[in-house]
């Protein structure tokens, strides 16, 4: 089973840096891929990153590539999403996500967190 609980997200000034994580309380950790994704008030749930089991690959939506690392400790059953150089248009509700292939789409997701809001303000 696998249960994720997001953490670190806050109010920021633009340019700033947040880092989110996402704990997994299930015993498989490493065995699926993780994704994060977000949600601003009014719009559709859209894709931020993506890493693979291992680890050893990640994707990157454009917009936010160059900015925002994400990574995974395994031995944690932990996944971060470290953003920096924060814009406004960054603002939303950001989710993790679990599933066996490092999907983009968030409808192909199983497993998923509760949110933790991200308000990035000018």
């Known amino acids: 089973q696998v249960q994720l609980v997001e953490s670190g997200g806050g109010l920021v000034q633009a340019g700033g840096s947040l880092r989110l994580s996402c704990a997994d309380s299930?015993?498989?950790?490493?065995?699926?891929?993780m994704g994060w994704f977000r949600q601003a008030l009014g719009k559709e749930r859209e894709f931020v990153a993506v890493?693979?089991?291992?680890?050893?690959?990640?994707y990157y939506a454009d917009s936010v590539k160059g900015r925002f690392t994400i990574s995974r400790d395994n031995a944690k059953n932990t996944v971060y999403l470290q953003m920096n150089s924060l814009k406004p248009e960054d603002t939303a509700v950001y989710y993790c996500?679990?599933?066996?292939?490092?999907?983009?789409?968030?409808?192909?997701?199983?497993?998923w967190g509760q949110g933790t809001q991200v308000t990035v303000s000018s």
């Open positions: 890493i693979t089991g291992s680890g050893g690959r990640t």
């Open positions: 996500a679990a599933d066996r292939v490092a999907y983009r789409t968030p409808h192909e997701y199983d497993y």
């Open positions: 299930g015993r498989t950790f490493s065995s699926y891929a």
